[in-house]
Nanobody
């Protein structure tokens, strides 16, 4: 069983930055896809970013169009963590952000097997 714990959410003004972190335990996840989703009130959970290993120490990152160029996903396999650096935040980025793990890359939430409890990100205008 995999446990995921997010941290780093909070309140920030538009244009500011936040860094989310997710610590995993229970299994080594170096061969799994680690991703971030978000869910705003009244909306469906949506894909934000994901990262997977291509080969050796080469990783590939995927981003939703809405965050491309502003968010950066990274992972530290030695620490079993994944992070999301969020810059140039907008009020539309306000949501609960979830860390998730999947065996293969997908932008569909139902393809991810394990989820964290979520962390709130609020961006004020």
């Amino acid at each position: 069983q995999v446990q995921l714990v997010e941290s780093g959410g909070g309140l920030v003004q538009a244009g500011g930055s936040l860094r989310l972190s997710c610590a995993a335990s229970g299994r080594t996840l170096s061969n799994y896809v680690m991703g971030w989703f978000r869910q705003a009130p009244g909306k469906e959970r949506e894909f934000v970013a994901a990262i997977r290993r291509m080969s050796g120490s080469i990783y590939y990152a995927y981003y939703a169009d809405s965050v491309k160029g502003r968010f950066t996903i990274s992972r530290d396999n030695a620490k079993n963590t994944v992070s999301l650096q969020m810059n140039k935040l907008k009020p539309d980025d306000t949501a609960v952000y979830y860390c998730a793990v999947a065996p293969q890359h997908s932008q569909r939430a139902d393809q991810y097997d394990y989820w964290g409890q979520g962390t709130q990100v609020t961006v004020s205008s």
